[in-house]
């Protein structure tokens, strides 16, 4: 449904643990520099937002003051065209602030997670975006009760209300879902109360479980973490990454039950909302506010399903080349070459990423370039900052992306990817107006991905080290594995352990063991011997608590492939009409946008050029690696 106080997209699909042993400016000392040691140039510029804090209280009380005007126009949209109006810019402005509030606070918040001032400003906005999100729920049944022609002819009369011809639209496709006012305010103050099994999650497996000591590849007992198990899995040592292995999943099945707790209540809760709000299933709830048949769900995972093949060669080439007579779950991480050498420091990862994203033509380099150099990104760790990376859209303002850059290629493709979201937000919020601004998560993995499939293209084409191509390919194969194969297997994890539950079975964490140990043995094939221990990773999986939302992943990953190529063969019509995917912003479904930018994900083929360029992929690397 669509949300009456819209925060643009937060992109936090990069999340990664950070090595914390590269230092700020050099990637050279051994220390997390505090905040103050970061030079201002690596810095974002959040005071283009407001100044002070001073400028952000003056908002917050302004909105708060806002919610009880807003309120006034509740039993009046039907008195006239105006008042509708009105009531839609009102409820627009109180989005547009919201937004600014949001980013500021939270941004902060994120340079120092410690830090105990923005925790409470960000804290404190949360609650009051609750309440306004009671404050407006009067607003779309009071539009959906307007007569078919009294709408019409409101529409016809006002020049403003054109703004809004599209929200109007899909508020009518979604009528049959929309609740009284009243009971639209009462599901808006309970979303805190539904939090309960997402928030107990995040509590459980980031602040109160702890792991125990493993071998690293010194032969040292360190502190086992889900930071350090991202280095040991992906280990050379075979015996580094299958400890880590055991420890990390073993330590997880001690709380099997609270998990299964936490995920069935989460399911039970999105299972409610659909049936409350008269869906046929969850899955038919979360897809259709972006107007998404079901049969694209369906057909995505078919589609996978048929191709499995070269994932299960891949696994056999892996088997082969790092000579095991069994290969476990524990290996798959493990690269088929060693990490190269090719350093790349923050200003030459600019370099890079501005020449291998010519395709998308001057007018997006002149974007890029404003965005690199005046104050959007926040590039090097430190003390208390947010791990991993992401991208912030804030109407009004620039976008801003946060990095932890420890000059490393995979950095320069985390810009990249970053940065693509980041001009898909400038383009969108230049181009619409706040109605139709928000693109969706549909769209949002397109634009980065693009990005980053153009950087590998330029990569290999330009390289001329045996070493380096491996690794690069060696990188596409596992991102392809780890996005397209495995993000579907979540999708269909999913789409299982929901029917299940509207079918008013119980879910239990042996039923949760037994449907992802066998999703593994049928996704990666009988090459490879499917640990007991795997058996409970579905309970360190966050996005299950956002439901039906990973296989976008897959789609917009397949979009993007598709749209890449196009860029490469086709050039100038090809840029053209992806600019203006890029300035459609919420202007019409997904669906539709991206078929005018000339992919077309109703059909299986972007997925089927996907996996045959994997294919392809996995061919060049055998033929290099004998």
């Known amino acids: 449904m669509f949300k009456m106080l819209r925060v643009l997209p937060l992109s936090l699909t990069r999340i990664k643990y950070s090595n914390t042993s590269g230092g700020a400016a050099t990637g050279e000392t051994s220390h997390v520099p505090p905040r103050s040691e970061i030079p201002d140039q690596y810095k974002w510029h959040l005071e283009d937002i407001y100044a002070n804090d001073e400028l952000w209280q003056q908002d917050f009380n302004t909105l708060k003051s806002s919610l009880k005007e807003i309120t006034q126009y509740a039993g009046t949209l039907k008195n006239s065209s105006q008042d509708l109006l009105a009531c839609l810019k009102e409820r627009d402005e109180l989005g547009i602030i919201s937004g600014r509030l949001y980013a500021f606070a939270r941004m902060h918040k994120d340079e120092n997670t410690s830090d105990t001032k923005y925790q409470g400003m960000t804290g404190k906005l ?29 529409r016809q009369q006002e020049e403003g209300l054109k703004e809004y011809s599209f929200y109007f639209d899909n508020l009518a496709r979604q009528k049959e879902h929309v609740l009284s006012p009243k009971e639209e305010a009462i599901l808006s103050r309970v979303s805190d109360i539904t939090q309960a099994s997402e928030n107990t999650f995040n509590m459980l497996a980031h602040a109160d479980m702890e792991f125990p000591q493993t071998i690293d590849e010194q032969g040292q007992m360190v502190q086992l973490s889900e930071g350090r198990y991202s280095l040991f899995i992906r280990s050379s040592d075979r015996n580094v990454r299958q400890q880590a292995f055991t420890n990390l999943f073993t330590t997880y099945n001690r709380y099997r039950n609270t998990f299964a707790s936490t995920l069935s209540g989460n399911v039970k809760q999105n299972v409610f909302y659909a049936k409350t709000r008269n869906y046929a299933s969850t899955l038919d709830s979360a897809l259709k506010g972006d107007n998404v048949p079901t049969e694209v769900y369906d057909n995505l995972i078919a589609t996978v399903h048929m191709n499995l093949a070269p994932l299960h060669r891949y696994v056999a080439l892996k088997k082969k080349f790092l000579q095991l007579t069994d290969i476990h779950m524990y290996d798959l991480y493990t690269p088929l070459v060693k990490e190269v050498n090719f350093p790349f420091p923050y200003e030459e990862g600019l370099k890079l990423v501005c020449t291998a994203l010519k395709p998308l033509g001057s007018e997006y380099a002149q974007i890029l370039d404003t965005g690199l150099t005046s104050g959007w990104i926040d590039v090097y760790e430190n003390k208390g900052k947010q791990t991993g990376a992401y991208s912030w859209g804030n109407y009004g303002t620039h976008p801003f992306v946060l990095l932890n850059y420890n000059n490393r290629y995979d950095d320069v493709s985390t810009l990249a990817h970053e940065m693509g979201h980041a001009i898909h937000s400038y383009y969108s919020q230049e181009n619409q107006p706040y109605a139709t601004s928000s693109y969706t998560i549909f769209c949002a993995e397109v634009a980065s991905t693009t990005n980053e499939i153009l950087l590998l293209h330029h990569m290999l084409n330009t390289t001329t080290d045996k070493n380096i191509k ?32 509207e079918e008013g079975e119980t879910l239990t964490a042996d039923s949760f063991d ?56 086709e050039g100038q019509p090809a840029q053209e009409k992806y600019i203006n995917f890029l300035k459609s912003g919420g202007s019409d479904y997904s669906l539709n946008i991206l078929k005018q930018a000339g992919v077309d994900m109703s059909s299986p083929k972007p997925i089927e050029i996907t996996l045959n360029n994997f294919s392809t992929m996995l061919d060049q690397m055998e033929k290099l690696l004998t």
Do not use: C
């Open 514 to 569: 037994t449907l992802w140990h066998d999703l593994n043995v049928a996704y990666y094939g009988s090459d490879i011997v499917v640990d007991k221990e795997l058996g409970i990773e579905w309970a360190r999986i966050p996005h299950f608590y956002s439901e039906f939302y990973v296989y976008q992943y897959v789609t917009g990953y397949s979009a993007a492939t598709t749209l890449a190529d196009k860029l490469l063969k």
């Open 470 to 501: 491996l690794y690069l390919i060696n990188q596409y194969l596992e991102q392809v594995r780890a996005t397209v194969y495995r993000q579907t297997m979540f999708a269909e994890f999913e789409k299982m352990i929901y029917e299940i539950s």
């Open 126 to 154: 949360e609650s009051l975006l609750a309440e306004a999100g009671a404050a407006t729920a009067f607003i779309e049944p009071e539009i959906l009760a307007l007569p078919d022609e009294t709408l019409t002819t409101f």
